[in-house]
């Protein structure tokens, strides 16, 4: 049902008893449809939700006055009031009961034509460190602000349709719960015909919210949309301090954060993050902060879009942000939190085919290497940097070509996938993006760089996709993909100035990568894509350090992956093992003759496979004897046959440092396979140790049994603290597997 406002915004005012009826009648129409919400959902004990999935679906509720809306799943609460605007005064952790709102702000914030609005929003809170419920009634809207017109409720629709058919995934299920939109329409007789969209979506099983924000134009002009701010939330503050800065404080940690806009090759999301803001709030009185500094004024947006041009009957949709809820201060919990909500609104990045980075010459050495992974096991061959592969080029000789080689890959059940470069290399003075300090080409995070929205960004752009659309390819690795650069030109038919230039970009770069999910396209990417639709990133490294010895190697790669996987799941990280020269080195540093190093080799792929990390392992082949080949094989078959509990989240044992063992040991609950624990000795003698193995987030409570190798049986009762005391022995410079059970 509409709400209907009268033409003069004082009339609302001098007759507010009239208008509050109105509301009261409208919201009741709104809400007839919903679960009324009694107080008992929310007093529910909740078990702990990472060990066993929790049974509580995502609603969304009315309250039994009718005057409030609340988001439920048995994880957290959100609540918010309709009337006289729409106003979040409640969001709660019901996992420890933290409140997380301690004032009442608008929904949203837009520019439109170089002005202003907020999108609902309620006024009149004098206190701003607490909010009671009761003083809610006496809240009044402003005349200015865009106001609740109606509501929709609907399940949750994927973000991408993501063609997971044929793809070695642990959770092929997209994400599910319920999403609820409020539609807003403002006063202003300038502004009919624009309508605001506010989306929250709920999830199932998980403590999280994502949100973001719609622009129709329906009137009969373009309009300029400046600064778009999605989030805007009154959030209680972390801790206090009379004297300090909102950068000097730390911002709250009961939520953490992401949105689908990252960019700049970091490889970590809160180094590439793009949109959080933690600001101080003047209105904030009370605060211990002398000077009213303390961060604890939420406001999302992207800093560099802040004027799109949005034409007639077009609609505008804003970045998507998730708001995911932390119970802990607890580093393993707080990764795990955050691997769990990747798995669930991202499924896509749990597929984690075993790949070969193939250096060919000739159409004959990627026959043979096919060849080669079918008869290891591999399930995936890219042709990597340095190869005789051209996906810019689009002929027919060319096309017809990987066609032919991407069908005999796929008649030996191998996937076939290419390299292909973007960023950091000089295009022309026409089409790499545009300094704005200097008005000349350059200025870029990689020096020169093209501009995506110049002819040959745009050219680039459907010349990949010509490629892949002719050629059956099933992965694209796109190396250099568009970082963040902007762009001071104003010739470029892609974007119209340095206002528009990054989200035009980020938006061409996003519509490929959804493009490509679409026909079923695996993506490596070296930067935070994956809520639009990568798969895989670096986990992170020096590529100069591949220079050094085949011994430093090993140890610096097992430091690398433990420091990675703190929040990343393994399938979302690559690593790297040169099996010919890469980046200096000499034959200390190689693999190459791979029959001469076997050792080497072994330990190598042990390690990457025992984290379920996938390395590129590069060079023309994958052996060079039967015997390379028969113990490459029995790694893939040892991983394969331990593939679930491997592609698990990680909790850290004990990170690498050359002088003692060290370990890693991946869980879940879920799994036959609770836990499966690598174990390392890079020690020149053998080693006995007597270590507490952490089992909690094994789900197992009282006892646990050990398989060295997994044949060799010790059952051992837990302790109180979920631990279990195992003693071990390995071999000098090796390392030893147990599967927990």
């Not at 295009?427 to 704005?436: K, M």
């Not at 970009?505 to 994956?530: C, S, T």
């Not at 433990?562 to 790297?576: A, H, K, Q, R, T």
């Amino acid at each position: 049902m509409k709400i209907s406002q009268p033409k003069n915004n004082s009339f609302m005012f001098k007759r507010a008893g009239l208008w509050l009826l109105l509301i009261c009648l409208a919201n009741v129409a709104l809400a007839q449809n919903l679960p009324v919400w009694h107080a008992t959902l929310g007093n529910a004990k909740i078990a702990d939700w990472l060990l066993k999935p929790i049974a509580t679906k995502a609603e969304i509720y009315q309250s039994a006055d009718k005057k409030d809306i609340i988001l439920y799943n048995g994880l957290l609460r959100r609540s918010f009031r309709l009337a006289p605007n729409v106003g979040c005064h409640d969001f709660v952790n019901l996992q420890n009961k933290q409140q997380l709102i301690r004032s009442v702000k608008a929904e949203a914030r837009l520019s439109i034509n170089g002005k202003d609005y907020n999108i609902g929003g309620l006024y009149g809170q004098k206190e701003n460190a607490y909010l009671l419920p009761n003083w809610l009634n006496d809240f009044t809207a402003n005349s200015q602000d865009f106001s609740l017109e109606r509501f929709e409720v609907s399940p949750i629709a994927p973000i991408i349709n993501w063609k997971s058919t044929g793809w070695w995934a642990s959770n092929k299920k997209q994400a599910t719960g319920k999403t609820i939109t409020f539609y807003y329409h403002s006063g202003d007789g300038q502004l009919a015909g624009i309508r605001v969209g506010v989306h929250y979506s709920i999830y199932d099983g998980i403590p999280l919210i994502s949100k973001w924000l719609t622009v129709e134009n329906n009137s009969a002009s373009a309009i300029t949309i400046g600064r778009v701010v999605n989030e805007i939330m009154g959030m209680v503050e972390e801790e206090s301090a009379v004297i300090g800065s909102t950068t000097e404080m730390p911002a709250p940690r009961s939520l953490y954060l992401e949105s689908n806009y990252a960019f700049n090759n970091a490889m970590r999301y809160d180094l590439s993050d793009q949109t959080t803001h933690w600001k101080a709030d003047s209105t904030y009185t009370s605060q211990v902060n002398y000077n009213y500094q303390t961060p604890c004024l939420l406001e999302v947006y992207p800093e560099r879009a802040t004027s799109l041009d949005l034409p007639a009957h077009e609609t505008f949709t804003s970045i998507r942000t998730y708001e995911l809820m932390m119970d802990s201060y607890d580093r393993e919990r707080r990764g795990l939190t955050i691997r769990k909500m990747y798995r669930t609104i991202a499924p896509w990045l749990t597929a984690n085919p075993i790949f070969m980075h193939l250096v060919s010459d000739n159409d004959v050495q990627v026959r043979n290497a096919i060849e080669q992974c079918k008869a290891t096991g591999y399930e995936a061959l890219i042709l990597s940097f340095g190869s005789h592969l051209n996906m810019e080029d689009t002929s027919a000789a060319n096309l017809k070509k990987w066609a032919d080689l991407a069908a005999y890959a796929h008649s030996n059940n191998i996937k076939l996938g290419g390299y292909s470069l973007f960023s950091s290399r000089k295009i022309s003075d026409e089409d790499d993006v545009i300094d704005p300090k200097t008005g000349k080409p350059g200025g870029a995070l990689f020096g020169n760089a093209a501009c995506y929205g110049s002819k040959w960004g745009l050219g680039y752009r459907d010349r990949i996709k010509k490629f892949i659309a002719a050629t059956g390819f099933d992965i694209w690795e796109n190396d250099g993909p568009y970082p963040g650069d902007v762009c001071a030109s104003t010739t470029h038919p892609g974007h119209k100035n340095l206002d528009d230039s990054q989200w035009k970009q980020m938006e061409i770069q996003k519509e490929l990568y959804h493009w490509l999910n679409q026909r079923g396209v695996y993506i490596n990417a070296p930067d935070w894509y994956f809520l639009d639709g990568t798969n895989k990133i670096g986990m992170g490294y020096r590529e100069v350090n591949f220079s050094l010895s085949r011994e430093e190697q090993i140890i610096l790669n097992r430091q690398n992956m433990y420091d990675c996987l703190w929040n990343e799941i393994p399938s979302m990280v690559w690593g790297f093992v040169p099996l010919t020269k890469y980046q200096g080195g000499g034959p200390e540093a190689i693999l190459e003759p791979l029959s001469e190093h076997l050792d080497a080799y072994t330990a190598l792929m042990m390690e990457y496979y025992g984290a379920g990390v996938q390395a590129c392992y590069r060079g023309p082949r994958l052996y060079d004897t039967e015997a390379t080949r028969q113990a490459v094989a029995e790694v893939i078959k040892w991983y394969k046959a331990h593939r679930a509990i491997l592609n698990s989240d990680l909790i850290h044992l004990r990170r690498a440092t050359g002088s003692d063992w060290d370990g890693i040991l991946h869980v879940n609950p879920q799994l036959k396979e609770k836990g499966l624990m690598m174990l390392y000795n890079p020690l020149k003698q053998k080693i006995t140790r007597a270590i507490k193995v952490p089992l909690y987030y094994t789900g197992l409570s009282n006892t646990a049994t050990f398989l060295e190798r997994g044949v060799k049986k010790t059952t051992l009762k837990l302790n109180r603290d979920f631990t279990a005391n195992l003693t071990f022995t390995i071999n000098p410079e090796s390392y030893t597997w147990f599967v927990v059970e």
